[in-house]
């Protein structure tokens, strides 16, 4: 069967935690917003996304997707996917591009957003944390590690010395959310993957 233009879907919170009653949400979902949300789970796995289309049921984030399933046409569907992007290894490391780092090695990642980390505290503006960020991975051969398509983002990743561990958590000092800056200053890390929009 071919694809249609929108599905009707209902929406549902997946939340964690005791037994809540969530409204059921029902919306007219344009297919490539609902085949969207199946790449951030299955990439551009076609026989995945037929079983997916198929099985009628999503979880993406904290939500949950329901739609009457059906068997999917590969060849409208292989045409709907050329629309979304590739992977591209030969795209080199751009700070400008980045939006989003993430720091791990420890026992819990440490999620920085580029808004949050470009904000410094005080009234004379001193080096902000984020362009400290981009310089340092940057300069530790951050090495292509594929596509996102939960964030729409070529993803990078680079180990980090101690020097430079060092660093981040120095100039983390001049961030305005005291809960990452205490994250950053206290929690243990040792490598970045850096999250660079299209």
Not at 80 to 105: I, M, S
Not at 132 to 152: F, H, T
């Amino acid at each position: 069967m071919a694809l249609p233009a929108t599905v009707r879907v209902k929406l549902s919170s997946e939340a964690a935690g005791a037994i809540v009653i969530t409204p059921v949400v029902v919306q007219e979902l344009p297919m490539r917003e609902l085949v969207g949300h199946m790449l951030a789970v299955a990439g551009k796995d076609e026989a995945r996304l037929c079983e997916i289309l198929l099985r009628g049921s999503l979880v993406s984030g904290g939500s949950r997707f329901r739609w009457t399933g059906w068997e999917a046409d590969r060849e409208t569907l292989r045409e709907l996917l050329a629309g979304f992007p590739d992977p591209d290894p030969t795209l080199a490391f751009a700070p400008a591009r980045c939006t989003r780092a993430v720091l791990t090695g420890g026992r819990q990642a440490i999620d920085i957003a580029r808004e949050a980390a470009a904000a410094s505290r005080g009234i004379f503006r001193r080096a902000e944390f984020w362009d400290e960020l981009m310089q340092l991975v940057g300069a530790s051969d951050p090495v292509y590690a594929g596509y996102s398509y939960r964030d729409g983002a070529d993803r990078y990743r680079c180990l980090l010395s101690a020097g430079t561990c060092a660093r981040l958590r120095a100039v983390a000092q001049h961030l305005r959310h005291r809960t990452l800056r205490d994250r950053i200053q206290s929690e243990a890390f040792q490598a970045a993957e850096v999250y660079a929009a299209r």
